[in-house]
């Protein structure tokens, strides 16, 4: 996929609409060596590879549906650099063996490097655990963090 300043948000909004599918592909295929996610709880990965691992399994969650959602591009004042917030409802299937329904909040930080574009997954409702804050500080990956 590639991704442009014009179609930034809708970009984002369909693969983020295709992981809650429970279809990485779209989500995974932009993914650079040396993306971040901070997931909800515990999660921490650096690197594509360590992504990708959290789901060599298949998913621990039922499909989503997304609803409501509203994807707004952040001015960063820097070439080359795109931040996108976005807000979303999210409703697990009827047949699910657990029944879900949750707002999510979630920031993409994509950069261009070299021709191509990495990015951070942050999620969090505005602080980190303690582990996860000091394993992002140790991290040579880890160059600015922005925890919404």
Same mark, same amino acid.
């Given at each position: 996929m590639e991704l442009k300043r014009e179609t930034i948000c809708e970009d984002t909004l369909e693969f983020v609409q295709e992981y809650?599918?429970? +279809? %990485?592909?779209? /989500?995974?295929? #932009? $993914? @650079?060596?040396?993306?971040?996610w901070i997931g909800t *709880? +515990?999660?921490? @990965?650096? *690197? @594509?590879a360590a !992504?990708? *691992?959290?789901?060599?399994?298949?998913f621990i969650m039922p499909p989503f549906h $997304?609803?409501? &959602?509203?994807f707004?591009?952040?001015? %960063?004042?820097?070439?080359?650099? $795109? !931040?996108? $917030?976005g807000q979303y409802a999210l409703y697990s299937d009827g047949? @699910?063996?657990l029944i879900s329904a949750v707002k999510?909040?979630? %920031?993409?930080?994509?950069r261009e490097e070299k021709g191509h574009t990495a990015y951070t997954i942050v999620e969090s409702d505005g602080? /980190? &655990?303690? +582990? #996860?804050?000091?394993?992002l500080q140790e991290n040579t990956y880890v160059h600015d963090v922005m925890i919404v």
């Open positions: 809650y599918c429970l +279809n %990485t592909e779209p /989500l995974f295929s #932009i $993914l @650079a060596d040396d993306c971040v *709880g +515990n999660v921490l @990965a650096s *690197g @594509a !992504i990708r *691992g959290f789901f060599k399994d298949g $997304l609803a409501d &959602p509203d707004r591009l952040v001015e %960063t004042g820097c070439e080359g650099q $795109l !931040i996108v $917030l047949d @699910a063996q999510q909040r979630s %920031t993409f930080c994509f602080h /980190l &655990p303690e +582990n #996860i804050m000091k394993e």
